[in-house]
């Protein structure tokens, strides 16, 4: 007898994507659900991303830092408050990212994106929450 398929416990994990660049954000949106994860967005403003997360709550998120000149910040305390664990993904060193409490202790996967960077990362952030 052939083993049963069984379904990919990640398709029912969904992954909110903040990311104002198209390409990366398709990327990113490409690399998740090609590894079974249902991506929501992605969002390329703030006021994108929260509009989403007035109706949806992901189980994770990916943050660009910069959203067209807007700290993603926002973005980030209502994920803190919602207690949804979330990953950086920025060029920024950590540095230079917006000192707010929101984003400290957030990984940063750091650009450009890697499939195992991204997919480490999330999974981490999961199983710390």
Known sequence: MQG???PDPRSSVSVL???D???IAMDVEAMLEQNGYRV????TYVSAALRLLDTLTPDVAVLD???RGQSVTPVAE???ETSVPFVLASAYAFQDIDGSDALKGAVNIGKPITEKRLL???QAAIAAE
Do not use: C, D, M
């Open 78 to 80: 209502r994920l803190r």
């Open 4 to 6: 049963a398929a069984y």
């Open 17 to 19: 994507v903040v990311e």
């Open 40 to 43: 929501i967005g992605p969002a």
């Open 120 to 122: 480490e990362a999330l």
């Open 21 to 23: 660049n198209f390409l």
């Open 65 to 67: 830092v910069n959203l």
